[in-house]
């Protein structure tokens, strides 16, 4: 003890000022102990609160604010960046136009010249023939047409090619395989009604004249299949009228028509090609009111 306890006699226990102190520090901890325990963190109410207020302020006026955040912060979870609208200038251009597109036409056409040119190339190839009278060669508008006769190549009322003939078709398929464009064989009769065991009418005797000339020009040949196309007409295009043997003879023909541009007759349905069920000698075809609509000669040989 000290030596003013010895003296004087001091006080029993601890001053009452510390009690009070412990009891405001106990409260104190308990009241904080209270608040942290109460406290909770809801986002979700949170961005509520914020959303209703940036409505209230006319932030923005797209998302609900009722809607979850989509954000990645909890700053601005709601938006997004605004697409930036640039200002039209008033500005005058001159522009040309190309006037052939006005006008477009099925395939590639050729200019005249050109057309001429090729012409000329293939009436210089089948010079020979022409000159016998096997064949003629013809320049349209934008077609090419090869005119075969009838006179040494089909018998009378036959599709069967005469043997010899194929070297004139061979010749033709040289002088066509370096062009472009479509090749239509089209098969034409007179108008003399025919009815054998083979053809019934002359739609089925064009038909099968075209298919014999179409598989002799496809066979080794390098011009791609499908290039080709048939057509039968009968006696529905004459050349001239069918009012003497000559003229008759004229119409009975094969035509292969090389086709740059739109074809004038292209209202008319073609015949798919038939290359590659074909044999060498025609067999009659089945009936049909229209041949160049419905038509898939098969050929075959008694």
């Known amino acids: 003890m000290s030596d003013d ?9 601890i001053p009452a000022w510390v009690m009070t102190f412990a009891d405001l520090m106990s409260l104190l901890l308990a009241f904080f102990v209270l608040l942290f325990s109460f406290s909770e963190m809801d986002v979700q109410k949170y961005k509520q609160v ?9 932030v923005q006026r797209q998302v609900k604010v ?11 979870r709601e938006f997004s960046p605004g697409r930036t609208q640039p200002t039209p200038l008033n500005q005058v251009r001159q522009s040309t136009q190309d006037d052939f597109r006005q006008f477009p036409v099925l395939g590639m056409e050729k200019k005249k010249s050109d057309l001429e040119k090729e012409g000329e190339k293939i009436k210089l190839a089948l010079k020979d023939e022409i000159e016998k009278g096997l064949i003629e ?20 009322g036959s599709a069967k090619m ?7 078709i061979d010749k033709i398929n040289m002088a066509i395989q370096p ?23 002359n739609w089925e005797l064009s038909a099968s004249r075209a ?6 020009l496809s066979k080794n040949s390098i011009i791609e299949k499908e290039r080709f196309e048939i057509k039968a ?4 295009r004459p050349l001239v009228a069918n009012d003497s043997a000559a003229n008759r003879a004229k119409n009975r023909r094969v035509e292969v028509t090389l086709v740059y541009g739109k074809d004038k007759e292209s209202g008319l349905k073609d015949i798919p090609p038939l290359l590659d069920s074909m044999d060498d000698s025609p067999q009659p075809l089945s009936p049909t009111a229209n041949v160049e609509n419905d038509i898939q000669p098969q050929v075959k040989e008694d």
């Open 137 to 156: 060669v013809d320049i349209e508008d934008q077609k090419i047409v090869i005119r075969i006769q009838e006179k040494g190549s089909f018998p009378s």
């Open 50 to 58: 914020a959303g209703s207020m940036s409505e209230a302020f006319g």
């Open 5 to 13: 306890c010895e003296q004087t006699k001091c006080p029993e226990g």
């Open 211 to 216: 298919v014999t000339v179409l598989h002799e």
């Open 233 to 236: 007409f009968a006696d529905t």
């Open 162 to 168: 005469i043997e010899p003939f194929k070297e004139v």
């Open 179 to 201: 062009t472009s464009g479509r090749i239509v064989v089209s098969g034409h009769t007179d108008d003399v009604p025919i009815h054998t065991s083979y053809f019934r009418s």
């Open 66 to 76: 009722k809607d979850p955040p989509k954000g990645i912060n909890v700053i601005a």
